[in-house]
C-alpha cells in the first residue's frame, strides 16, 4: 500500500485477555518498527525486524509481549494476559533497507484500552 | 546516560509569532536529528532531518532547525505559526555507530496556538 496500515485502529479488552495488533508496512520496506506510546510520552521502541527476524526486540518490557513477521512484510504484535497497563498507542513504522537512519514512516496507530 | 531532552512540556505562542522549540541530546557522537509532529490521531510525520554538512536544514510545513554542535541541541523554529500548526512536536535521534538500533524519541513538546 500507500502507506503503513495499522489494525485495529482502536481495541478495548478486558484485563487478562490476549490481543493481536497488526501491521502492514509500505511495500519493499525490510525493516519494521514497533512502538508503544503512553498517554503524555514520546514513543518508546519496542521491537525491530530485518526481514523476518527480529535484529533488536530489547524494547519489550516482559515476555507478556511477543512479535512475528513471518514473511518479512506483515507484523503482529502479540499481547498475552493484558494488563490495565498496558494501555497506550501501538504505533508501527518501516524503512528501506540499509535506511534506519533516514527516517520513517509511521501508521496511524492501534490505541488499545484495557479494562 | 545517554539521552534526548526536550524541556519544555508545553508551549504557547500566538498566531503570527514566532516559535522555537528546543532539543537536546546526550551521546558520545553525533547522532542523525530529526523533528515529527503528531497531529491529534494522527501518525507521526517527519518534518525535517539533518545528518551533516549545513547545519541550518530545511523542512516542509516552514519549519527549519539548526544544529548546534557545541550546545549539542537541534531546536525547531518557525518565523510565523499559523493555528494548524497545533500538535504535539518530538526530537528524535538515530545513531549510526550502533548497527541494528532504532530512533529513539524525546517526550515531546504540545504547542498550542492561540488567536
Known amino acids: 500500500g500507500a502507506g503503513v496500515s495499522q489494525t485495529p485502529s482502536n481495541k478495548v479488552t478486558e484485563k487478562g485477555k490476549y490481543v493481536e495488533l497488526r501491521c502492514d508496512p509500505i511495500?519493499?520496506?525490510?525493516?519494521l518498527y514497533w512502538y508503544r506510546q503512553s498517554l503524555g510520552q514520546g514513543p518508546e521502541f519496542l521491537i525491530y525486524?530485518?526481514?523476518?527476524?527480529?535484529?533488536?526486540d530489547s524494547g519489550l518490557p516482559n515476555d507478556r509481549f511477543f512479535a512475528v513477521r513471518p514473511e518479512g512484510s506483515v507484523s503482529t504484535l502479540k499481547i498475552q494476559r493484558t494488563e490495565r497497563g498496558d494501555s497506550a498507542v501501538y504505533l508501527c513504522?518501516?524503512?528501506?533497507?540499509?535506511?534506519?537512519?533516514?527516517?520513517?514512516?509511521f501508521g496511524s496507530g492501534t490505541r488499545l484500552t484495557v479494562v | 546516560a545517554q539521552s534526548v531532552t526536550q524541556p519544555d512540556i508545553h508551549i504557547t505562542v500566538s498566531e503570527g509569532a514566532s516559535l522555537e522549540l528546543r532539543c537536546n541530546y546526550s551521546?558520545?557522537?553525533?547522532?542523525?536529528l530529526f523533528w515529527y509532529v503528531q497531529s491529534p490521531g494522527q501518525g507521526l510525520q517527519l518534518l525535517l532531518k539533518?545528518?551533516?554538512?549545513?547545519?541550518l536544514v530545511q523542512g516542509i510545513k516552514g519549519f527549519e532547525a539548526e544544529f548546534k554542535r557545541s550546545q549539542s541541541s537541534f531546536n525547531l523554529r518557525k518565523p510565523s505559526v499559523h493555528w494548524s500548526d497545533a500538535a504535539e512536536y518530538f526530537c528524535?535521534?538515530?545513531?549510526?555507530?550502533?548497527?541494528?538500533?532504532?530512533?529513539?524519541f524525546g517526550k515531546g513538546t504540545t504547542l498550542s496556538v492561540s488567536s
Open positions: 528524535a535521534v538515530f545513531l549510526p555507530s550502533q548497527a541494528g538500533t532504532a530512533l529513539i
Open positions: 525486524f530485518q526481514g523476518t527476524g527480529a535484529a533488536d
Open positions: 513504522a518501516s524503512s528501506p533497507q540499509g535506511a534506519q537512519g533516514y527516517g520513517y514512516t
Open positions: 551521546y558520545g557522537a553525533t547522532p542523525y
Open positions: 539533518y545528518f551533516s554538512g549545513d547545519t
Open positions: 511495500s519493499g520496506h525490510t525493516a
